[in-house]
């Protein structure tokens, strides 16, 4: 049976692997262990795998590789082909998570700035498995949106491609696209290092930018200028370009900071490990059917009853006392303000403690349930409409 290396945070992966198979586990605050040989490697985004990375002792005996993730910019792919190695990825396992955080975060501003969600348009640059989650449920909950995405305007003649001049004229852009530094990919895709720069935040009427696909998709510094000068309101970064240490100063004055998990919950990370160790079984020709996961035994499940526990206080609230808008709902539910603040007070540290900081954020905070999980009362509900949309697949 083959041995398989693996990062020791990707859950559930014993469940998922097939018993016989002999799995090694390593530490992705470490580099890869040296002296190990395996027939296969699943790793997460926060390890790099090319030419400088891959221990030679590895690169000769490895036939597959496979991240846990949506995205693959943390894989030299070139690389990895020219070497014969297979890549699988998890496309897809966490789309509905991140069009989650990106709604239940425009709502927070739509709310808080006394803005008109029908009358909010959202320009959404990107529209992979991430962007059209993003698209389906913005337009469920009444915004209107308009589309970027050049590549898949060449694959479907159908789409309605909006250009750029058209599309910095939203009130809002939210990103959902790799980074790609190069000119134009083999594929066909085109540079978004940079997509959003001073040029275009100086020619847009934008008023909010949130990114949560890839830090250096949106130019940092140019945001922050806008911000100082008032040409933009706001900006909602769940990305950053220096990740696992952001820029301190970028960090302060986001409207809403959080430390790479848009698109963290636990029915996503469940789809991306089943997702990648169905690839690696069919790769190797591994006849394996594993057990279906029961969610309600999670220890992370136990969350949907305290979280529904604190929705029933909301709902039994006299009216004096009843929330005027949603927002008490969705930070019950999505905590995002609670972690926004946590790593916000975290740049105040050194690069070195803020680095700690925000991979201790990222990786070791319990992982939250997807809204359809959950039961929200019918008073709630029927006060606040636009919750109907997040809870419902």
């Known amino acids: 049976m083959i041995t398989l290396l693996a990062d020791r945070n990707i859950p559930y992966l014993s469940h998922f692997i097939h018993p016989e198979v002999n799995l090694v586990l390593f530490d992705p605050e470490e580099r890869l262990p040296g002296r190990v040989s395996a027939d296969a490697l699943i790793v997460r985004t926060v390890t790099r795998i090319n030419k400088e990375t891959l221990p030679k002792q590895l690169e000769k ?24 190695i297979h890549v699988a990825s998890a496309a897809g396992c966490n789309a509905r998570a991140v069009a989650e955080y990106v709604a239940t975060a425009l709502l927070h501003w739509c709310y808080s700035n006394d803005e008109s969600i029908k009358r909010t348009q959202v320009g959404i640059i990107g529209l992979g498995h991430t962007g059209s989650a993003v698209d389906q449920l913005l337009r469920k909950i009444g915004y209107r949106t308009l589309l970027h995405d050049p590549p898949r305007k060449k694959r479907e003649k159908s789409f309605d491609n909006s250009y750029p001049k058209s599309l910095i004229q939203c009130d809002v852009l939210t990103f959902h696209v790799p980074l790609i530094d190069v000119t134009l990919t083999p594929q066909g895709y085109r540079r978004t290092r940079n997509w959003l720069n001073e040029e275009r935040i100086r020619k847009g ?27 933009l309101n706001d900006y909602i970064f769940d990305v950053w370009e220096r990740e696992p240490s952001p820029a301190p100063a970028v960090i302060e004055d986001a409207w809403l900071a959080t430390p790479h998990i848009a698109g963290y919950s636990i029915q996503a990370k469940v789809r991306a490990t089943s997702m990648v160790c169905e690839a690696l079984h069919h790769f190797f020709s591994i006849s394996f059917q594993p057990e279906p996961l029961n969610l309600d035994d999670l220890p992370s499940f136990e969350k949907v009853f305290e979280v529904e526990r604190k929705l029933d206080e909301i709902a039994n609230m006299r009216s004096a006392s009843f929330p005027e808008s949603p927002l008490p709902v969705l930070e019950t539910i999505h905590p995002m303000f609670g972690l926004s603040a946590r790593l916000k007070q975290s740049a105040h540290h050194d690069e070195q403690e803020l680095r700690t900081l925000f991979t201790r954020l990222r990786t070791r905070e319990p992982l939250r349930n997807e809204y359809h999980t959950y039961r929200i009362p019918e008073r709630i509900l029927s006060k606040f409409p636009v919750l109907e949309a997040l809870t419902s697949l």
């Open 61 to 84: 005996t490895l036939r597959f590789v496979a991240t846990a993730s949506a995205g693959t910019d943390h894989l030299d792919l070139p690389f990895l082909e020219k070497k014969g």
């Open 205 to 231: 009427d934008f008023r909010l930018v949130i990114n949560a696909s890839r830090g250096g998709v949106v130019d940092e510094r140019a945001v922050k200028d806008a911000y100082i000068t008032g040409d």
